[in-house]
């Protein structure tokens, strides 16, 4: 077909189509030795030359879970509170569709929440009475947990609060408490959110002296104050215990450089694995901490990042299942060895398909 260009007829403005042919009547061709639409032109080349490709290995399933029946998020259309009951069967399902890892949160009776979140130093809480149940029923499937005081605070802040001042030091304290508790329970991987100094090699020396050396640690090593947890929040139940915010110990969403020391800090003190979270807005982060330090990183595609996505998808703004794959290879494209995402099983259905 000859390339058609536009001339100029009586205005700047108006074009007629002029066909374009060399001298023996031949359309001109561009003598090209590299064109890199070869590799695209078919579904099995593009597989065949993709630089990142998203496994079911590359999934963590958070997993809320609360005492009574299943109870609908508002927030986080799809994503349900869980009894116990029902929590091992959605980790039966993980271990049926591949997924390696799901991380327990629990939504606390507003009963048993108080100034000092004593309920998460009970070995029969409800975390520790879920991972019980897990180990028992599906030992194959690890189990990651979250070291926080934020779901059961009545303040609904992640550590001991006086006066107003999150108190690290005294907060470290509890926190290795509560790593040994959920050790003892069976958990796979702690993971400290609660962004106090030194709370990792803390936890790592309190598990090590008690036995527990083989359990490992996921620090959430860049965790920013973020407008992307309201939903989360609900989803624990701290949305309406919260007093203030979290900027004095969660991350300045403006700081790049500090995320690098904080991974060099989580690193020398023991920590396994390191996190990124949020996930989409902070890949530069994710891709910085992978490129300078090697390790095991990770990233947590958030409750607000789901229920943005779920929201355009029900509406009909944007495709949904193209839009979660999409998304979830971009963070293996800037690093990542896997991701805490609440669309796990949704992926696991589709790779399985595939």
Known sequence: MAIKFGRPIESRTRFVPVEVKDKAGNSPSLDLTTRLRRNRRTEWARRMVRENVLTTDDLIWPLFVAEGRRAPIASMPGVDRLSIDEVVREAERAAKLTIPCIALFPYTDPNLRDETGSEALNPDNL???AI?????????VGVLCDVALDPYTSHGHDGLMRDGIILNDETVAVLMQQALVQAEAGCDIIAPSDMMDGRVGAIRNGLDDEGFADVQIMAYTAKYASAFYG?????????VTLTGDKRTY???YGNS???LREAEL?????????MVKPGL?????LARIKDTFGVPTFAYQVSGEYAMLMAAAQNGWLDGDKAMMETLTAFKRAG???VLTYFAPRVAEKLKKL
């Open 132 to 140: 019980r149940a897990i180990k028992k029923a599906v030992p194959e």
């Open 281 to 285: 807005p902070y890949l530069d982060i």
């Open 257 to 259: 450089d500090e995320a």
């Open 266 to 274: 989580d690193i020398a003190e023991g920590a396994d694995m390191v």
């Open 250 to 252: 969660q991350m300045d």
């Open 127 to 129: 975390v520790c009475r």
């Open 231 to 239: 939903p989360f929040r609900d989803a624990v139940g701290s949305s």
């Open 336 to 338: 990542a060895d896997g």
